[in-house]
């Protein structure tokens, strides 16, 4: 049997590489691991709920396989990208066979979302040698209205006595589009009720891909640091089919909608960095950094850290502490003035796209039993806070009379446990 050092294990769980990979230095035979997430925004917004489930089987080669099983199931109200109204406001259902209404004052959102998506991955790794390891990757996940097939691949090599991992990874995959209703005409007027939906029969498609390389530094018997960089490419139909946007006049209020647009391409470079400290040989603290930007203008800095308290034998605490703030994409608008459609070719009302602040505050509880079985479970909230951006000037006083960036708060509660034969 290989024997590998303690690093192996802790720079793959700080990459984020498969569970596949992770096995690698697990003891042989087959472990389980299940979780279920549940997700819920306030005021009747989008609720969800993920329950996952991962075999991974290990042999004395040092190989392992992996398979998971996701389940998305979303439900409840989800921003269609409009601005308020002093009056109520209509509107039509992709499908064009119904329509929601919208009370005077409030934010639009769609309570007719729905989605469902399963998703499959598996993943084999192997050493190549002494140092190296070769991971593989196949996953693919469907909803009523998407496809996405991918493959992809990581080598990790170890140096410096195994003191230091050095990895790089590319990742593939082709998405299809079947949106319901047909595929609209970016910024083309949304009909109204009774009116032909003006959506293009057919599906759209986009390819991804991503290269990801790292290294993974022992400092000392206590510490590790961990240095990432990705590239992320993204060609094709990139615009959200259900996405609409305001066009109002001087007093704010809107005159029509029409469909979003995006750009066809989108180029995403970010760097990561993840510091790990053993304390007393007991307990661990964590903290990273994250930055990103791309050619769409966005910018975002994302600070995590946790701290492992192991309060006894079998139990510890895992408070969690996020700080996530982004920047709004160069096409983002929060509404069009009367004729500004005419004169563009990408606009974009999604509420992802604009400008925010989040802060995400959590408490992990986790427990082994007497017979070995760990288990744990977490509760979280989130809220985000809009910055106002991208209202057009002549617009500016009537739109300031409505809240463009109401605050967002949800709940995460997940819980899982993994037993091993």
């Known amino acids: 049997m290989q024997l590998k050092s303690p690093l192996n294990a802790a720079a793959l769980a700080l990459l984020g590489l498969s569970q596949a990979s992770a096995a690698a230095d697990a003891a042989p035979g087959w472990s389980f691991d299940t979780s279920t997430l549940v997700y819920s925004e306030a005021d009747g917004r989008v609720q969800a709920a993920e329950p996952r489930v991962r075999a991974t089987r290990t ?33 039509t259902t992709p499908s064009g ?56 691949a990581t080598i990790a ?4 006595l195994r003191n230091t991992t050095v990895s790089l990874g590319v990742n593939v995959s082709q998405d299809s589009i079947d949106p319901v209703g047909g595929v609209p005409q970016p910024l083309s007027r949304m009909p109204g009720e009774n009116e032909p939906i003006g959506r293009t029969e057919g599906t759209e498609s986009k390819q991804v891909f991503d290269v990801l390389a790292s290294v993974t530094q022992l400092l000392s018997p206590t510490s590790l640091v961990t240095l990432t960089a990705s590239l992320s ?29 995006r750009p066809d391409s989108r180029f995403k470079q970010a760097v990561y960095g993840e510091y790990k400290r053993f304390i007393a040989d007991r307990d661990a603290w964590t903290i990273s950094l994250r930055l990103m930007s791309d050619d769409w203008g966005v910018f975002s800095q994302t600070v995590d850290s ?18 996530y703030r982004q920047s709004e994409a160069d096409f983002y608008r929060a509404a069009l003035f009367d004729g500004e459609e005419n004169g563009l070719v990408e606009a974009s009302a999604d509420p992802r796209l604009a400008a ?44 300031s009379k409505f809240d463009l960036e109401p605050e967002l708060n949800a709940v995460m509660f997940t819980a899982g446990f993994r037993f091993d034969r």
Not at 102 to 131: C, K, M, N, V, Y
Not at 376 to 396: D, F, I, K, S
């Open 233 to 261: 490419l993204s060609d094709g139909y990139l615009t959200d089919p259900y996405k609409i946007l305001s066009v109002v006049g001087t007093d704010g209020e809107p005159l029509r909608y029409v469909y979003e647009g």
């Open 157 to 160: 090599r170890d140096f410096n």
């Open 97 to 152: 066979n119904g329509s929601y209404t919208i009370a005077a004052g409030e934010t639009p959102l769609d309570d007719t979302f729905r989605d469902t998506r399963i998703a499959l991955d598996a993943s084999f790794s192997t050493p190549l040698g002494t140092r190296n390891t070769l991971t593989t990757t196949l996953f693919a996940s469907t909803e009523y209205d998407y496809l996405s097939i991918g493959a992809g």
């Open 356 to 399: 925010f602040d989040a802060i995400t505050i959590g408490l992990k509880y986790g427990h082994t039993t007497r017979g070995g079985l760990p288990w744990w479970v977490r509760l979280e909230g989130y809220t985000q806070l809009g910055r106002t951006a991208g209202v057009p000037a002549a617009a500016a006083d009537g739109l």
């Open 306 to 323: 946790t701290y492992r308290w192991n309060f006894g034998a079998r139990d510890y605490l895992e408070p969690h502490l996020r700080y």
């Open 59 to 91: 042999w004395d080669s040092g190989r392992s396989a992996s398979l998971g099983l996701t389940l998305d199931t979303l439900t409840g109200a989800s921003p269609n990208g409009a601005t308020p109204s002093s009056a109520p406001q209509t509107f």
